[in-house]
């Protein structure tokens, strides 16, 4: 329904029916939807002469669509009583430029409702079903839908069941999802009162997907831990020997730790009423999330497989809990009412922070994938911030559109702004991880409508440069294969959710999969390379190649000791630099907030909404709030780049130069040692700052670009509370400020239940709005400013804390090089001739096991490139 086409005579007509003086954008669909109601109800009521009680008690009925807090309501009786004063609903032209705009399926929805009220009272008039009849030829309603029609509330049998069919899909709650929540009850109340939609024979069971490669993959990934777990007993025997470093077993320990909980996290994104909860129980083959006609996601909900079917709940204070399958779904959604506007609901709930969903039988899940439903991304700006920090742990994104209204200027805005995150904010070249699933394929009746559909999407995704790599658009219909799927019969909506799931298995195993294999192998191998050279050192020292002189002895006990030093400096200097950056960036934060009320006041003079002031004052208020949180959090963000960065950057920089500074003396102390000894401590140390600090001592790589920075990036600093541009999102959700239900709540109370703007000037009842806006919004963020402020405090700390540990692991390692070549001589020491000969048949047997282990591991890489 285009509403911005209506014509001035039309526009004087619904100016008529309300008793409002309007102006274009006051004229949404409800507004003209109801006007248009009304109007054929009441010509239903009046066609036969009476006014039954029943009929008046129906009218009266319906009305109850509206939501009880709805402005609407107020509209209900100034048109009933224009509509019967004037006789509109015999005026056939009127009725016809009312319904200029309307598409086939809400033209559909109008005359169900006249059917109804027809049979309000037991039977359906002649004169009823001919005024219908009119009406519905006039505005070139099929008349095999209109027999229907009269056949379902005549409670007759209907032997046409592919009009029915037609019809159903025609009044499909989905259809209306991306307009008000009005006419997604509207569609609701009259889908339930028609007889059931036909269904097609079953068939064999089937399920969605046979995840063959997901299935091959874990394969790999047991069989490499298999011979991380047999390197492992290799590494410790060494160990136990006092040949080998225990440092390396506890390497190939991480490796394998990794091994076993590689997982692919699949994160549903989309604004509400998209279907994503739909989309998953389809992904997953089972009726697992809740489904509504009206949006309902309200908390992030992972899916993943268990031993046994549970569900454990876990909030934001630490607790846990595991409830049953009725709780989860009470908790996973938000209420109704929420969904529909009310105030009394309108947040997630803020104590959960997410539910976890384990199942046994999930064919998905089995195979190594977490399915994570997030809340929607529009309507409620703190719902969406909890969606955001979801993304810093996700493999792939499902994003969902929907094919009547297909990525909108706000969605577009939301896949760049993924594209962003998920890119480390690359802004030159598209990104490998999204997917962008148009939904309610089967509401395009003709192919050709589909193909249009997804030429639109394929040249916006061009244009914006979105998305890289193949099969990453895809039509679907995820309620349509649902029930194929649990009916277990086929459709082509089946086999198009059968491509999507190839092209996302695909995905995951031959580009995400190959990866972590990979790096998991490199790893290894890595770890391999440092075994044989300490076993090659230890055989030197049997043969009398390298022996350490007392002297030597000496020396490298002194550049221990001279390592421990180094380390207590370099944390003594982190932590007074930590201090210093808590200090002056609590200084800076109380300097921010001081003027916030003035930037945030100034802002909000540019908030817009295409919400009226007279229909719907509370969207317009909503509005202003939701717009409130997003410059709140752009406030946020903006004084972490620009001065909270800036203070950190100048103090780490100190931290780094230190720490390169100490690791480049351990590098040349080893160097003098190897040329010396014609030792390899370098190569060995090399190796595991290659495998732990990404590449400390290699080349001159400074610790700088080495160690995990979170400073600046696309993640910014504090990128640990969230993901890049929702670092403010973080904060908020770890203080647990609802800001939007305090304004909501606030203004509704200021005024007695509704918000009391009255028929003022429109530039003054805007002004009047956004000041309360503010007002409210800034007092409840100023009561939280100071836990906010201590999250800050503690990412400070991590990231020195993080830049330490690091740093202290490269001396711990330099130190046992050292203690393990001391002990290696140590034990040549003692040995008699038969021992230094047995140990070389050892010697012999454990590199065997670790060029076996090599071997293995290029089998395994080989056979998955395949």
Known sequence: MDTSVISPQTLELISRLTGQKLHQEDITPPVLFLAVLITVLLGVIHADGTVSAEETQRLRNLMELIPANHSFRQLVMPIVNCVEEQQIYKKIQELLALTACF???????????????????????????????LIGNRLEIDSRYLAVLSASFNNQTINDTAALAEVHSLLAPARFQSFDSLFVRAASHISQHLPAKPKQGKIQKHSVSSYQQLKKFQEYR?????????????LRDGSDRNVLSPNLTAEVTKVSQRLQSQCFRVAVVGEF????????????????????????????????????????????????????????????????????????????NSEIKEIIFEHPNLELCTNGVEIIDTPG???HAERTLVTEQVLKTTDAVIFLTHAQNVLTEKERELLLYL????????????????????????????????QQVKERVEKIVKSLNLIAGENRI??????????????????????????????????????????????????????????????????????????????????????????????????????????????????????????????????????????????????LIRDYANQFVWELTQEIDDWSAKKLQFILKQKIAILDSKIN??????????????????????????????????????????????????????????????????????????????????????????????????????????????????????????????????????????????????????????????????????????????????????????????????????????????
């Open 377 to 379: 991304l529009n309507e």
């Open 419 to 450: 594209k962003k995150e998920l890119n480390s904010g690359k802004d030159d070249e598209g990104v490998k991880s999204i997917f962008v699933l148009v939904n309610f394929a089967d509401l395009l009746r003709r192919e050709g409508s589909r």
């Open 222 to 234: 047991q069989r490499l831990n298999d011979v991380c777990k047999k390197l492992g007993r290799t």
């Open 474 to 619: 895809h039509l679907i219909s995820a309620q349509s294969a649902l029930e194929a799927i649990l009916d277990g019969t086929e459709n082509e909506y089946v086999k198009s959710f059968q491509d999507f799931t190839k092209s996302l298995e695909q995905f995951l195993t031959k580009e995400l999969g190959a990866i972590a294999l990979n790096q998991s192998a490199a790893g290894m191998k890595q770890i391999i390379n440092t075994g044989c050279d300490e076993l090659s050192q230890y055989r030197e020292m049997l043969e009398g190649k390298l022996t350490i002189a007392q002297g030597d002895k000496a020396k490298i006990f002194e550049q221990m000791a001279e390592a421990s030093g180094r380390d207590v400096k370099m944390r003594n200097l982190a932590n007074k630099l930590r201090e210093e950056s808590v200090k002056e960036a609590t200084e800076s934060w109380n300097e921010w907030v001081k003027i916030l009320d003035d930037r945030m006041a100034t802002k909000s003079k540019e908030w817009t909404s295409v919400h009226s002031h007279i229909f719907s004052q509370n969207k």
């Open 273 to 348: 009423s998209k279907g994503k909860s739909t989309l998953l129980n389809a992904l997953l083959g089972e009726e697992i999330q809740p489904v509504r006609d009206i949006p309902c996601s309200g908390t992030v909900t992972v899916l993943k497989y268990g031993p046994q079917q549970r569900v454990i709940c876990k909030y934001t204070d630490g607790r846990e809990e595991e409830i049953s399958p009725e709780q989860y779904k009470d908790k996973a959604s938000i209420s109704e009412e929420a969904a529909l506007g009310s105030f009394a609901d309108e947040m997630v």
């Open 661 to 866: 500074e100490e690791i480049s003396a351990i590098r040349q102390d080893f160097q003098q040692l190897d040329l010396q000894l014609s030792t390899s401590l370098v190569t060995q140390f090399n190796n595991f700052a290659a495998r732990n600090l990404g590449g400390i001592g290699i080349d001159g790589l400074d610790i700088a670009s080495s160690i995990n920075s979170d400073i600046g990036g696309a993640g910014g600093f504090l990128g640990g509370l969230g993901i890049g541009g929702a670092v403010a999102a973080a904060l908020l959700a770890f203080a647990g400020v609802g800001i939007i239900p305090v304004i909501l709540t606030g203004l509704a109370a200021a005024s007695g239940g509704s918000f009391g703007l009255g028929m003022l000037d429109v530039d003054g009842i805007h002004s009047q709005s956004k000041q309360k806006v503010c007002e409210l919004g800034l007092q409840k963020f100023k009561e939280s400013k100071e836990s906010i402020l201590e999250k800050i405090k503690e990412r400070i700390k991590a990231v020195f804390d993080e830049r330490n540990e690091a740093a202290s692991d490269a001396m711990s390692k330099a130190i046992a090089l050292w203690e393990n070549l001391l002990e290696q001589q140590e034990k040549r020491d003692r040995q008699n001739q038969a021992q230094c000969e047995a140990d070389k048949v050892w010697l012999a047997d454990k590199r065997r096991e670790l060029e076996q282990a090599q071997n293995q591991i290029e089998a395994i890489l080989n056979q998955s490139d395949r």
């Open 103 to 133: 598409s086939e399926e809400e033209k559909l929805l109008l005359i169900s409702f006249g059917y109804q009220m027809s049979a309000a009272d037991g039977k359906m008039d002649d004169r009823e079903t001919g005024y219908l009849t």
